[in-house]
């Protein structure tokens, strides 16, 4: 779909994979399934693990992370989600791996566990810091005044509960930059925290979300309402039309959005960024159902998925409530 | 790029056209340009006039209706915006029309210029009408109690300021049917006005807006701002990154968004439903341009172009409230 310049390190993956046969990926999150299927693509067989079993459980909800496993799968990778990893055998040279108990040989392993912010200047400074990252305020100032942080190494806040939050995201970077650098320069900005909306591939699937999932939004003591839908983009009878699911969530209490996730062809970001918005506002899956969507066949649909997915959840609230008294 | 399904007045037209050389389009409206494009499309020479010189002139500026003026005059038609039309000239079959003090030869004549609703059933039963347009209030009922008029015909209100607005969309028709619905069924719902919001395709471009544009913010009383962006919709290595130009409106007493309209070939919607859900909310310029927004290069630009131009909208604010001092 798309060609980009290589780094060195993925010079010397794809090296190495030319010369291969099979592989093994530890991680399965974006860049886990992401590199596995560009593996794949260069014909590794490629057998892919991670210690959770759901795709990408920080974002999407487990039914909707089916979506992307059973994409995988359709993509030939061999997926053991949920078993990690036992042991990678062999000597000198990687032999094979042990996952679950099954012994599986390999010629090489791209490890995709996760990321580690490099905190030692920080440390060195004396700037306070928390779980690995480098704690600031709401003006992405730290411990230390006048010195700022920001992205994938600064722990900031969510925006819906203010809850410390590290989320290793352009976008937050980006936002949180503009905050530093109007502080920096004398001005006086707040960070209003981030939701990690986000859009990645899955192979040829688009995948966007924002907010908490549900599992998330438990954690962090919200009941909570969803609504799905699973169908076109545009209308049925238009020829390009493409299946798009949408989930959206909200705190069954205030009614107010707790987040979205979306996955299809294209289009899930801006759904995403609708919802995102509409958290930042505080709405409610009411007000937000009555929003004005532009509509016009070759484009989209009158009763767009999100509006669909947003009534669903309406109603399920509007239920519970009635149930309740 | 797409087909649809031609009901009998199409079929007519392309009929007439495919046994015709030259054509002279009155209306140069939407409808008007996609039909005019229709029938050059089918090789036929067309003359295409309105009375007003800008594009669209209720919905986008002058300067981006240029966009549109432009492309159209590249796909082959000869464009006489700001001219009207003299006389449509010829005994039993056209001959030609005058456009301009110019005659002009043409075989047909295709008349694209406005819509009248048929309101007499409701002015039979009485009902209050104005402007040729069924008066509702916000609960959608017109002037006689449990009747309820929505759509094409009904005169209801802008969602900024409130006053009188006839909208002719499927999107403004959608809401209000469900408001209308809701009431007739006993419940009680509120109309929260119409932004106008539309996509539609000239051409190759699509074209969408919401709220008011420059012209119409003024008649209503509004000093306006706006920023302006013409830039990529990815970042400029990815091989898929397309044109796009946007247009952010606000009120400069408030800073709050009044409108938005942009031109591309894809993804101008989404950006524009993010500015009818600002409007909605009631955001200012300096919140609209923190909102998060998905980012990864094959689908989206970190510095999104509906940001940039609410930076430059923003910018220009800042600039004249210090003037003022």
Redesign the interface.
């Known amino acids: 779909?798309?060609?980009?310049s290589v780094p060195e390190e993925g010079e010397l993956v794809r090296d190495v994979a030319l010369k291969s046969k099979s592989c093994a990926v530890i991680g399965g999150g974006a860049i886990g399934m992401e590199i596995a299927l560009a593996l794949k693509h260069l014909g590794v067989d490629v057998h892919i693990t991670k210690r959770s079993e759901p795709a990408l459980p920080r974002n999407v909800d487990p039914d909707m992370g089916t979506i992307l496993v059973d994409h995988i799968k359709e993509k030939g990778l061999h997926v053991y989600f949920g078993k990690g990893i036992d042991s990678i055998n062999g000597k000198e040279v990687v032999e094979s791996v042990t996952i679950g108990g099954e012994m599986i040989p390999v010629d090489f392993v791209v490890m995709a566990a996760g990321v580690d912010s490099n905190i030692d200047l920080g440390e060195k400074m004396g700037i306070e810091c928390e779980r690995g990252s480098i704690k600031t305020n709401e003006r992405m100032e730290t411990s230390i005044p006048s010195v700022y942080a920001i992205g994938d190494n600064c722990l900031s806040h969510h925006?819906i509960d203010k809850t410390p939050a590290r989320i290793a995201?352009?976008?937050?970077a980006?936002?949180q930059a503009?905050v530093a650098g109007v502080n920096a320069a004398g001005g006086d900005a707040v960070y209003?925290g981030?939701?990690g909306?986000?859009?990645?591939?899955v192979g040829d699937l688009?995948v966007?979300a924002?907010g908490y999932n549900t599992p998330g939004a438990e954690r962090a003591g919200y009941e909570v309402v969803s609504g799905r839908a699973n169908t076109l983009d545009k209308p049925t009878?238009?020829?390009?039309a493409k299946e798009i699911s949408i989930k959206v969530l909200a705190d069954v209490e205030t009614g107010k959005l707790l987040g979205g996730h979306s996955i299809g062809t294209e289009?899930t970001?801006?759904?995403?960024?609708?919802i995102?918005?509409?958290i930042?506002?505080g709405?409610t899956l009411s007000e937000f159902a009555?929003?004005?969507?532009?509509?016009?066949?070759?484009?989209?649909e009158?009763?767009d998925p999100l509006l669909m997915a947003t009534d669903v959840a309406l109603r399920k609230l509007d239920a519970k409530k009635r149930r309740r008294g």
């Not at 779909?1 to 980009?4: D, N, Q």
């Not at 970001?269 to 609708?274: P, Q, S, T």
Request: glycine share 4%.
């Open positions: 779909m798309y060609t980009v925006m995201l352009a976008t937050t980006y936002r503009m209003d981030t939701l909306t986000f859009v990645s591939f688009e966007s924002t009878w238009m020829p390009d289009g970001d801006w759904r995403i960024n609708m995102a918005l509409g930042k506002k709405m009555s929003v004005e969507l532009a509509y016009c066949p070759p484009v989209s009158l009763y």
